[in-house]
C-alpha cells in the first residue's frame, strides 16, 4: 500500500521541482540585472558628484562641515546638558569651545608666521647658495644640457609677462566669501546640535516598525561613535605631536618653536600628505638658516624619524582595528574631496570616509570584485533565504 502511494507523491512533486528551478534562475537573472543597474547608477553619481560639489560649493561645503562639527560636538552638548543646562546654551557652549580652540591654535601659528614672513627672501637666498656649491659637484649636467640646446637649437623671442593679482589682493577678494561661508557654517552646525534631540526623536520613534527604529539608532550612534572618537583621538595625538616638535625646534635652537609645533599638529590631521609637507617646509627652513647643507637637514630628518613612530607605533596601538581603514581608500578620499573643496575638503576627507563607512557596515557591504564574476552584489542572498523556505 506504501508502494503506490509513494509513487503518486513523486508523480506530484516531479513537474513542481522544474518550475520552482526555472522561477528561481529567472529570479536570479532579474536581481543580477537590478543590481547592475545600481552599480552603474553609483558609478555615474560618484563620477557626477564632484562637478555638482564643486559648483554648489557655497552651499553644500558650509552643510557637510556643520554636519561634521554636529558629530563632532553633540556629545560636548550632551555632557553639559546631563549637567543640568538648557540646551540651547549646551549647544552655544559646545560652538563657543570649539571656536576657542581653533582662534588659539590659529594664533599659535600664524603670529610667528607673520613675523617670519620678512626673512623668507633671505633664507630663499642662503638655500640658493647651498645649491650653487653643491652644484659644482654636477657640471657635467649642465655642459650635457648645453649640448642639447646646441643640438636641438633654440630661438630667442619676446617674452610676455601677464600681470596677475597679487596675494594681497587675492587675499582681500577672497575674505568676504571666506567668512560668509565660515558664519553659515557656524550657524548651521548650532541649528543642528540644538536640534539633535527633536532629530533623534524623529528617527527613532516616528518609525513604523520596531527593527526600522532601532536599525536607525544603531546606525547614528555607530556613526557619531566612530567620527567623534576618532576625530578626538587623533587630535589628542597630533597634540602630542605638537608639543614633541615645539620642545625639539626649541632645542635645535629654532626661531618660534610654538609655530612649529602648531604646524605640525594640524598637518598631521592631513594624512601622509600633511607630514611630508611639514617635512618639506622644515628642510627649508633647516636649508635657509644653517650654515651647511647637513646641518639644515637635521631638523627634518628628527621629524621625519619622529613621524615614522607615532604613524607606526603610537597611532596603530592607540586608535586600534576599529578605526583601521585601507591606505587606498584615505588617498582616494583624500584626492577626491581635494578636487572638489580644496584644503578644507582634505581635512574633511577622513571624517566622511569614517561615518560612509559606519553606514555601509550596517546597510550592507557590496561585493563589487565578486558581482564582476558572477557573485550576488550583496553577502546576504534572498534567493538563497528563498530556497532553505
Sequence with gaps: MNGPDTTT?????????????????????E??????????????LFLALPFVLSIGAVVFLPLVTAIILTILLSPL???LASWGLPNFLASLLAIVAFLGIVALALTAVLRPAVSLYDEVPAMIARVGEHFSQLKGSFNWVTRLNEQIAQIVGSEGGREVVLATPSFLEELAFATPTVLLEMLLTIMLAFFMIEARVRLRHRLLLQRAAVDSSLKAARVMREVQDRVAAYILTVGVINLGVGVVVALGAWMLGMDAPLMWGGLAALLNFLPYIGPLLMTALVAL???????????????????????TVEANVITPAVLGARFTMNPVLILLALSYFSWIWGVTGALLSVPILLALTALVDHLGRPNLIGFMFGEPLFATNVLELAEED
Design 285 to 307: 627652513f633647516g636649508l635657509g638658516t644653517a650654515e651647511s647643507p647637513l646641518l639644515g637637514l637635521i631638523p627634518a630628518a628628527a621629524y621625519l624619524g619622529l613621524h
Design 31 to 44: 536581481l543580477r540585472l537590478i543590481s547592475a543597474v545600481v552599480v552603474l547608477m553609483a558609478l555615474g
Design 77 to 79: 552638548a550632551d555632557k
Design 9 to 29: 507523491e513523486d508523480k506530484g512533486e516531479a513537474p513542481r521541482n522544474p518550475a520552482r528551478r526555472q522561477a528561481m534562475t529567472f529570479a536570479a537573472q
